[in-house]
């Protein structure tokens, strides 16, 4: 119990530098009005002092004709598992943390993200030089992320586990009580935006263990596959489990550090939801892209176009958006919703990418290139007409 303690609300010394907080102290800003527990005092226990790793010498060099071997290679690794990096604490942690709370955009009740709070169990092995300090980095990473997602903790732990390195999170649907509940309050009352405890909660959230939609694409020709980033940052390949897989950890990951554009993409995606506009739904993060629309298309097979992806990014490398980890979802609507879905992500400004139609008779994906000039070409070449007409 001491050392479950100490490494929550031990000073930390990393690289000769001693940090101003606590992970306790970090993570227990997250608690939004929920009981917190009396952190030890000063000098309750000895600093913990360590250094960061250097990153691996050597970063994965893509071939973009190889897209199906490798995905073939995360298949026969048994997929992505959910450790946090030594190399990328930081980024892996918000990456499991936005995937788990996308994972409840598709979970059947009424609730918004407001009404979440996650509980956050670190299992770790502190016997390693670097694993110390990530934990730091890995918890500092999960406080402040979740303070800027609006989304509070309702508890967390920290237990030594020899050979792991890795934060278990489960989210649940509570009430906000940031501001409580009047004790007279009625139906109309709680109407009232003033008796509301957070931006982004409900009246009365509640969340089932069923799934609102399907969680594999539905055998419907006529609809269409659609894929949401919930994070505005480039794809990347470091610290990617394809990197990982191919033994070439080095690189620069995606660094996922919006989480107002998470909001924005979680409510719109979550009211698609309720109103049964998604017909199905699954969560892309860990193994990219490419590894989420595999396990999507489990019974029937999938046209997949990312031309207007690697045209919105700038992007010239095929590899790096199919297996770069940015949190985000795959959907399925019905062709006569797509004018309605459309309005609703314009109008809270949200980017969406058509990749195309289920093959029902078809298995797996079908990677393709479409070369007519899309509307996103359309609006970048009109962009850039206004742009140099707005120079003279």
């Not at 030594?86 to 996308?102: D, G, V």
């Not at 989304?151 to 009580?177: N, Q, T, Y």
């Not at 509940?181 to 069923?210: I, K, V, W, Y």
């Amino acid at each position: 119990m001491e050392a479950q303690f100490s490494a929550l609300y031990s000073r930390y010394i990393i690289d000769g530098v001693a940090q101003d907080n606590t992970p306790g102290g970090i993570l227990q800003e997250c608690m939004k009005g929920m009981t917190a527990k009396a952190q030890p005092g000063p000098g309750a226990y000895s600093a913990i002092a360590d250094e960061t790793v250097d990153l691996p010498p050597e970063s994965l060099s893509s071939d973009s004709d190889s897209a199906e071997a490798y995905l073939s290679r995360i298949r026969e690794t048994s997929g992505p598992d959910t450790s946090v990096s030594r190399y990328y604490p930081m980024t892996s942690t918000r990456l499991s943390i936005a995937e788990a709370i996308i994972e409840t955009l598709w979970k059947d009740g009424s609730f918004r993200l407001g009404d979440l709070a996650v509980k956050a169990s670190w299992k770790w092995d502190p016997g390693q030089i670097g694993n110390m300090a990530a934990f730091f980095y890995s918890a500092t990473a999960a406080g402040e992320y979740l303070y800027d997602l609006g989304v509070g903790l309702e508890g967390f732990s920290f237990e030594e586990h020899p050979g792991k390195c890795e934060v278990e999170l489960s989210v649940e649907c509570v009430r906000d009580s940031g501001q409580g509940t009047p004790h007279n309050a009625t139906d109309e009352t709680m109407d009232d935006p003033l008796f509301c405890g957070s931006p982004f909660g409900s009246r009365n959230p509640h969340m089932t263990g069923g799934m609102k939609c399907s969680g594999t694409m539905v055998q419907d020709k006529g609809s269409w596959l659609i894929y949401i980033p919930f994070d505005t940052c480039p794809f990347k390949l470091g610290g990617s489990f394809l990197s990982k897989a191919m033994g070439k950890e080095g690189g620069a990951p995606a660094e996922i550090q919006d989480p107002d554009y998470f909001i924005d993409c979680y409510e719109v995606v979550r009211e698609l939801t309720e109103d049964g506009i998604i017909m199905s739904g699954i969560t892309s993060g860990r193994g990219g892209l490419m590894y989420a629309a595999d396990r999507f298309c489990t019974d029937a097979g999938m046209s997949m176009d990312i031309s207007g992806i690697c045209m919105a990014y700038h992007e010239n490398d095929p590899i790096r958006v199919l297996f770069g980890e940015v949190p985000g979802a795959i959907i399925q609507i019905r062709d006569n919703d797509y004018d309605y879905f459309d309005s609703q992500m314009l109008l809270q400004d949200v980017a969406y990418y058509p990749l195309g139609h289920p093959v029902p008779s078809g298995h797996g994906i079908e990677l393709r290139k479409d070369t007519r000039p899309g509307i996103s070409g359309i609006l970048e070449s009109l962009i850039n007409i206004q742009a140099s007409e707005g120079e003279d």
